[in-house]
């Protein structure tokens, strides 16, 4: 399942394509994708122009002027690509069969944005825009991993008083929203809390952050900052909207790395892997020890 970074990427490289353009004409090629499509889906889109392309969480908004958000999910194999009349925008070519292409916006600027999707778990809604907050998708979701709310004092909150492990907490979309599996096993290792310490053990008994959710922030925004600097993680189907393939996972310090010595200076441990609510954890039981 494509995390943050990934959908990110996949923002910034349609961004140039849409932002501000008006979609000429729309192929859908199928019913339907996860669930069916809205219905009257193409006209509703034909003549629109994007007002702006945004994330929230691990979905893609496209503002319209019509007063609808096209609301678009990558699923676990979905992604964009972008051909046409756009010079020096995409050099990469994508190798894909033709046969999961669903659907092709045609864009007045002379770009086609294509959505392929081999396994149909992505999806798109039509969305009214001043309703989009409300709406079941999007209610409960916590605050931006990458925005000025995320502190140690709101950790320390959200924390405070839990015997879940601090993993689950992190994976909490209701807590903070976008962060995955892979980012957040990188962020705990960087900022020395181990995946399995009760999150309330983190926070003082007069409710203060320890020095090592003190850390947290930081280490979230950091390897987040990282992964989008490199394009996201390709361990599956992820491509940037290019067509490129993103390469942070040559910078994993501890996901998928099994065995592997631990890269902190002077802590000489070894990678450890364990399951947790059903998916891998990895980690380093030297430098990543429970709190007492």
């Known amino acids: 399942m494509p995390e943050l970074p990934e959908v990110e990427t996949v923002r910034r490289g349609l961004a140039p394509a849409l932002e501000g353009a008006r979609v000429l004409r729309v192929e859908q ?20 122009r994007v007002l702006g392309l945004r994330r929230r969480a691990k979905y893609l908004l496209a503002d319209l002027d019509s007063g609808e958000t096209l609301v678009m999910h990558l699923g676990m194999s979905g992604s964009f ?7 020096g925008l ?13 659907v092709v916006f045609h864009i ?24 989009v907050d409300r709406h079941k ?11 000025a709310a995320l502190d140690a004092a709101f950790l320390a909150r959200a924390f405070r008083g839990r015997t879940a492990p601090a993993k689950a907490l992190l994976l909490d979309q209701r807590v903070i929203a976008g962060l995955g599996n892979i980012y957040v096993c990188e962020a705990l290792h960087r900022a020395g809390i181990s995946p399995l310490a009760q999150g309330g053990r983190l926070v003082s008994a007069a409710g203060r952050p320890t020095a090592a959710l003190a850390r947290l922030p930081d280490a979230i925004r950091e390897v987040l900052a990282a992964a989008l600097a490199a394009g996201g993680s390709s361990l599956r189907d992820h491509r940037q909207a290019d067509g490129s393939l993103g390469y942070f996972q040559h ?28 998916r891998s954890t990895f980690y380093c039981p030297d430098c990543q020890k429970p709190r007492p």
Do not use: W
Request: charged share 25%; hydrophobic share 30%; with cysteine.
């Open 29 to 48: 090629r199928r019913p339907d994708l996860r669930f069916p499509f809205p219905p009257d889906f193409a006209r509703r889109l034909t003549g629109r």
């Open 81 to 87: 690509r972008v051909d046409g009349d756009l010079p």
């Open 90 to 102: 995409f050099h990469h070519p994508r190798d894909k069969s033709a046969a999961h292409d669903h």
């Open 108 to 131: 007045e600027n002379g770009a086609r944005v294509t959505y392929n999707d081999p396994r149909r778990f992505g999806f798109m809604l039509l969305v009214p825009t001043g309703e």
């Open 137 to 147: 998708l999007f209610g409960g979701l916590g605050i931006e991993p990458l925005g």
């Open 251 to 278: 910078s994993f310090r501890v996901y998928d790395r099994e065995g592997a010595a631990c890269p902190t200076p002077g802590c000489g441990g070894t990678i450890r892997r364990v399951v947790q609510s059903g």
